[in-house]
């Protein structure tokens, strides 16, 4: 007798542990000295920009960021380093800088899909690093598979402390509502930081 067809609905909730030390840096680099976050209902955009004083910001790259990445593993991963951050800006007196409230046209710039992160500082010099992990092996696994995750590099995005730390406050400060809008939808990743 014939076995049916496998589900193609998830089985099982699969959480995914990243070693994020274990990643190889993205080759690409990009500088930027502000950021815009655009909300898109279960994609958040984050449009990282580049201004000279007195000219218009251009967009540098975007990543478009599944909500339950940001609300599973970006901010997950990042609140512990955000607090912190946020405590030596504030005893050095340098404020942080706020999220732009649009961001500029794409024009040449990339825009690519990003769901793995992690951040760092040397100095005042700050790092967001972004991965692709493709849902596809998150499903696998939840199908009882057995799939070997690949995270690809995406990029790295070069950034001053006050836009970083002005970036993770506003995900403080939106992360509760992003939650309730997830609902039951659970976020596939966990990370750890080593």
């Known amino acids: 007798m014939p076995q049916p ?12 542990q990243v070693d994020l030390g274990t990643l190889a840096p993205p080759p690409e680099r990009v500088f930027a000295n502000g950021c815009a ?22 967009a540098a790259v975007s990543l478009m960021v599944p ?36 961001p500029p046209e794409w024009q040449a710039s990339l825009v690519q ?7 760092a500082r040397a100095g005042t010099e700050m790092v967001l690093e972004a991965y692709w992990l493709s849902p596809y092996y998150v499903h696998a696994a939840s199908l009882g598979g057995t799939p070997k995750f690949r995270f690809e590099p995406v990029v790295q995005v070069q950034l001053s402390s006050p836009v970083l730390v002005g970036v993770l ?3 403080s400060q939106h992360v509760e509502e992003w939650r309730r809008r997830l609902g039951p939808l659970v976020p596939p990743f966990e990370s750890t930081d080593e």
């Open 67 to 102: 909500l339950e990445a940001v609300v599973g593993h970006l901010w997950k991963s990042s609140v512990q380093f955000y607090q912190n951050e946020k405590e030596n800006l504030r005893r050095a007196e340098i404020g942080v800088q706020n999220v732009l409230d649009s």
């Open 37 to 58: 976050i655009v909300d898109h209902g279960l994609i958040q955009e984050f449009s990282f920009t580049q201004s000279r004083p007195r000219g218009a910001p251009r």
């Open 113 to 119: 899909m990003s769901n793995v992160f992690r951040v």
């Open 169 to 171: 406050e506003y995900l």
């Open 5 to 16: 067809p496998r589900a193609s609905t998830p089985s099982r909730p699969v959480h995914v």
